[in-house]
Every structure is written in structure tokens, then in C-alpha cells.
């Protein structure tokens, strides 16, 4: 078991690298597959079939058919620590084992317990695991730009795992044999800067966002909190906000809902102010 301590003295598994060599033959924004989102192919050793471990304690959500590459979605059971020193849950796809029937939804794997292997199931060419993780929990999703636990991007219609992240700031890769590493920024447990699980620091700003783009989720309350299902934003919509912070690769604000509560909604695709904007501000 892989663990680290944050700042505050609370210890949390830290998301490993799922196989033991890594061999990455198509990685983020790849022209054969995955245009413009954020997803690995990854080879073993060599072109047999190796394992894939579990990156965490982690529970299988849903498994899909042989068409679909058997996609299994598992999510973790508990908070984790990423590469990026967040912390919070993480939620997983893994693609093109061969056979998932030796293991059922609702299973629990331990922290690098061996559960899949690669293989060609769906659209493959060669023996490979196709791999996704992002922030959060899984949602069941049927609005917008995406349907169950998938996303998709608008540009390129390629469809992927709800809100993905680039591997390199969710996985270390302690014990891994790197083969190929894709040029990505790998780290090990002992280079990750981890800070505080109490993580999210709001700053009062009252003001106005209009977006700019569409399907933009809304979660309760804040950033971590439960996306409200078959509700989103649009392009020139707006909301009166009355904070904001920045967390988890984004750039948030919270307003009231109108019809009770408190809502939150991502504004930047960046943590960084002024960059990929998701709205104007007044």
C-alpha cells in the first residue's frame, strides 16, 4: 500500500500507476483515438497480455459488453492523494480486458490487487489497457455532453470518462518499469507536495458570470459536492456569484440556487486566472 501524509497531520492512499511495466502506445489527444481528451493505451512488457492492479481501494461501478471494450468504471472508496497533491475521490475506466467475468459490480479490490488484464476487446489492434481517471465521484449522466458515466468532446465527438484527467498528475508510479513514458511528467510517492486534505479555500466576491460555452455541471454546495443530474449551463447564461476559489484543475464560483440551496460551477478550465476561460465576468 502506497500512503502519504498531508500537512494536517491525515494519511491517504496515494492513486499507483495500474500496470507494473508502462508502456504508453497512444497517450492524451493521440490522432488514432483520442483526439482531444485525456486517456492512455498502455502496453506491458511486451505483446503478451500483463495484469492491471487496482490504483487504490476501489469499487467496480458498472461493466459494459464486448462491443463496448468490456469498460469497467470503478470508483475509490475512499478520499485519495494524486500526483498533484489534491485530495479527493478519484473514479477510473479501464478498457479491453478480454473477460470481466471473473469479478462483479460492487466488488471491492484492495490497493494494487491484481483485477483485469489487457487485451483486444471492442476497437483494439494489439493487447492493451485503455486508461482514464478524474477527480470526484462517479455520476450517472444521461444530459448534455454526456450519457452514464461518459463524457464527450464536443470538437472532436470522441467520448470518455466524465470530466478525465492527464495520468501524470493522478498516478505515481513507484514499482513501475517505464518503457516508454510518453515524454509525461511521472512522479514517484516521495515528490509528490502534498498540502492540506482540508484543501478548498473560498474568497468572498460578488459578481456576475456569463458562459461561454455549454454543459457546464452544476454540483451542490461546492466543488466536491454531488452533480445536480439533467441541470446545466449554456452558453449566455448566466449566475450572481457570490464567491470563488480554485481547486481540483478548475476555477469555481457559488452562487444561490433559485430554488434553494447553494450551487457551485466550474467558470476556467484552469486553476490559473485568466486562462481557458468558461465565461466573461462583470
Known amino acids: 500500500m502506497t500512503l502519504t501524509k498531508t500537512k494536517d497531520g491525515k494519511t491517504y492512499e496515494l492513486i499507483r500507476f495500474p500496470m507494473k511495466t508502462m508502456t504508453i502506445t497512444q497517450g492524451n489527444n493521440g490522432q488514432y483515438s483520442h483526439q482531444g481528451v485525456n486517456a492512455l493505451d498502455i502496453a506491458g512488457k511486451d505483446a503478451g497480455i500483463d495484469p492491471t492492479f487496482a490504483p487504490c481501494k476501489m469499487r467496480i461501478a458498472r461493466k459494459e459488453g464486448y462491443a463496448n471494450g468490456n469498460a469497467v468504471f470503478a470508483e475509490s472508496v475512499d478520499k485519495v492523494m494524486f500526483a498533484d497533491g489534491t485530495v479527493d475521490y478519484a473514479k477510473f475506466m479501464f478498457l479491453h480486458d478480454n473477460y470481466t467475468g471473473d469479478f462483479s459490480v460492487g466488488r471491492v479490490f484492495q490497493q494494487w490487487e491484481e483485477f483485469g488484464d489487457e487485451g483486444t476487446a471492442g476497437y483494439a489492434t494489439g493487447n492493451h489497457c485503455h486508461f482514464e481517471v478524474a477527480k470526484g465521484k462517479l455520476v450517472w449522466d444521461k444530459a448534455g455532453s454526456g450519457y452514464g458515466y461518459y463524457g464527450r468532446n464536443n470538437s472532436t465527438g470522441v467520448w470518455h470518462l466524465q470530466d478525465s484527467i492527464s ?49 457546464i ?61 468558461w465565461a466573461t465576468f462583470k
Open 167 to 215: 495520468a501524470d498528475k493522478a498516478c505515481v508510479v513507484d514499482g513501475v518499469t517505464i518503457k516508454n513514458g510518453n515524454g509525461m511528467g511521472w512522479k514517484k510517492a516521495s515528490e509528490v507536495k502534498n498540502g492540506s486534505s482540508g484543501s478548498i479555500k473560498w474568497t468572498a466576491e460578488n459578481g456576475t458570470a456569463t458562459f461561454t460555452r455549454n454543459n
Open 217 to 277: 455541471r452544476i454540483h451542490e454546495d461546492g466543488p466536491t459536492g454531488k452533480v445536480i443530474a439533467g441541470v446545466q449551463y449554456n452558453a449566455g447564461q448566466s449566475v450572481k456569484y457570490f464567491a470563488k476559489c480554485a481547486y481540483a484543475g478548475h476555477r469555481w464560483v457559488k452562487y444561490h440556487r433559485a430554488g434553494g440551496g447553494v450551487g457551485c460551477v466550474a467558470v476556467s478550465g484552469s486553476e490559473t486566472r485568466g486562462v481557458d476561460p
